[in-house]
């Protein structure tokens, strides 16, 4: 139980501790990516790729910084002509409204579930109609709990 409350409280401690910087990424005219702090301009880098220069640019951070590299979180912000950053923009927000529409069908589905079983409809039935399977029916109409069984 100590060992438990101890990772709990060494876990807190990291989330507390991590700092988030902005990673302004640019593509240079031989390709290679080009780095740098938003929030500290004097710390930048490169790499190949953007996943290189930004494990590279968490290096410089934790170095300029004096900290564990696990500290630093970066959002990367590439630096695109306006064309393309307006269609990266659309293609992010159409993402984020297909997660939404897709948490709104399940808790619709599982509301049709209920619905139907509460009824007296099997759920080989209830699959049937919603077109899903009963396994799935199963597991909407199953409470989510974090642990349902305790261990001892």
């Known amino acids: 139980m100590a060992h438990q409350m101890r990772n709990d409280t060494d876990k807190n401690m990291t989330e507390e501790n991590?700092?988030?910087?902005?990673?302004r990424l640019e593509q240079e005219k031989d390709g290679r990516w080009?780095?740098?702090?938003?929030e500290e301009p004097r710390?930048?880098?490169?790499?190949?790729t953007i996943g290189q220069a930004l494990t590279?640019?968490?290096e410089a951070a934790a170095l300029w910084f004096q900290t564990d590299?696990?500290?630093?979180?970066?959002v990367p912000r590439p630096v695109l002509p306006a064309a393309a950053d307006?269609?990266?923009e659309q293609a992010r927000k159409a993402r984020e409204q297909a997660r939404n529409a897709d948490r709104l069908a399940i808790d619709q589905t599982r509301k049709a579930a209920i619905a139907l079983t509460n009824r007296g409809i099997s759920m080989r039935d209830?699959?049937?109609i919603l077109g899903i399977s009963h396994q799935r029916v199963h597991q909407l109409l199953t409470p989510e709990t974090p642990s349902r069984r305790k261990a001892g």
């Open 34 to 38: 080009s780095v740098e702090l938003e």
């Open 43 to 48: 710390v930048h880098t490169w790499g190949k």
């Open 56 to 58: 590279r640019m968490r």
């Open 18 to 23: 991590v700092k988030t910087y902005t990673a």
């Open 86 to 88: 307006r269609t990266v």
């Open 126 to 128: 209830a699959a049937a």
């Open 69 to 74: 590299e696990a500290s630093i979180e970066l």
